[in-house]
């Protein structure tokens, strides 16, 4: 908004030349997110922890350490929207359509998992919405922007998978495209949803992905970047950059109250409409396959759940003492503290991965 304002008057007012500049509004937005983080950060703490008397429910099956956390929020999620929504609208450029594309994805994810924390929060336990429900919602959701996001795009990038390592490798799979975007936004909302047990586990590992992503998103939106490095140019890709930096903002103003000890979890309000958001823009850039490499601790979590499902019904045995991977510590005896600044050191490495493959082609 701030660039549909101000950009034009750059002719007469020499500074608002600055807002011409992606890397000057996405610190904008960082910044933004992150003061509307600390603003209104206690504020819908203290709201939630009135509403949520008992906190949110802990269950009798997980790690015994987990009954300290008692009595704590949850949907902190709505602080992390609230302060990416703002600062993306306040510093993106408003007339781009991806924007919205990943705006739908990221309210529309997080309104369901809304929905599905308050009837946890309502009947007391650990079951929400359905699942098959919950699963269409987001399908639907995700079916929505893909369609748009194709609409967008360009032949022949529109319904093509780009593969890494490989220069200019571009398989075109039509509407074969619809089913796989769609996969990519809904798997890694849930792989997020997956990941966030302990107390600031997944949102670091989520600021460190967009932070990849929103350097993707510069250089795939750069007609000179993209041709040197022999990636697929994309137009308009590069105003996701500064909704990158809205995500990085709010991400790391959310850690501010989500640090051990919480003072409040993200649910799944917080956790769908991130995971939502990264899904969605790596489609945008052509980047699917990246994703699952920045990602990998997204990856690891759910195939963690996969394995245990499927070894204790083919063998009566588990590979896990439980699953996802980071109770699988817990119950080794590791601390909370621990596991998780192991954990973001195992996304750095692999977001550092994910990045060395826009050079090695």
């Known amino acids: ?36 983080s600390f603003v209104f950060g206690p504020l819908v703490i203290d709201r939630l922890r009135r509403h949520q008397r008992e906190g949110q429910p802990i269950r009798a099956d997980g790690p ?29 450029d408003v007339t781009n359509g ?116 929103a350097l993707i998103a510069y250089l795939v939106g750069n007609s000179v970047f993209s041709s040197y490095l022999q990636i697929h140019y994309v137009p308009g890709t590069g105003e996701l950059a500064v909704l990158c930096g809205a995500l990085v903002g709010a991400s790391l103003g959310f850690l501010w109250f989500n640090a051990p000890p919480a003072m409040v979890f993200m649910g799944d309000t917080g956790a769908l409409s991130v995971g939502g958001a990264l899904g969605a823009i790596s489609v945008i850039v052509k980047h699917e396959l990246v994703l699952l490499i920045v990602g990998g601790l997204f990856v690891l979590e759910p195939v963690s759940v996969i394995v245990q499902v499927v070894s204790y019904r083919l063998t009566g045995r588990r590979v896990f003492r439980m699953a996802p991977l980071h109770h699988h510590f817990e119950k080794k005896g590791w601390a909370e503290p621990t596991i998780v600044i192991r954990f973001w050191i195992i996304a750095l490495i692999l977001a550092l991965a994910g990045l060395a493959t826009l050079k090695l082609r």
């Open 1 to 36: 908004m701030l660039f549909n304002l101000l950009a034009p008057l750059s002719a007469e007012i020499g500074v608002f030349n600055l807002f011409h500049y992606l890397t000057f509004r996405t610190g904008g937005a960082i910044m933004t997110a992150l003061l509307i």
């Open 64 to 92: 015994e350490d987990h009954l300290r956390k008692k009595g704590t929020p949850t949907m902190g999620g709505l602080l992390i929207l609230l302060a990416f929504t703002i600062s993306t609208i306040l510093w993106a």
């Open 98 to 213: 991806y924007v919205w594309s990943v705006l739908l994805v990221a309210v529309g994810f997080g309104t369901i998992g809304f929905a599905d924390d308050y009837l946890k929060l309502t009947r007391r336990n650990s079951i929400g919405l359905p699942a098959r429900f919950k699963l269409l919602a987001e399908v639907a959701v995700a079916v929505a922007a893909t369609l748009s996001i194709m609409a967008l795009t360009q032949e022949p990038l529109s319904s093509g998978l780009a593969v890494p390592f490989f220069k200019n490798v571009l398989i075109q799979l039509g509407w074969v495209f619809v089913p796989l975007a769609v996969l990519v936004m809904v798997g890694a909302s849930n792989a997020v949803n997956l990941t966030d047990g302990l107390d600031g586990l997944a949102i670091v590992p989520v600021m460190i992905a967009a932070g990849c992503f």
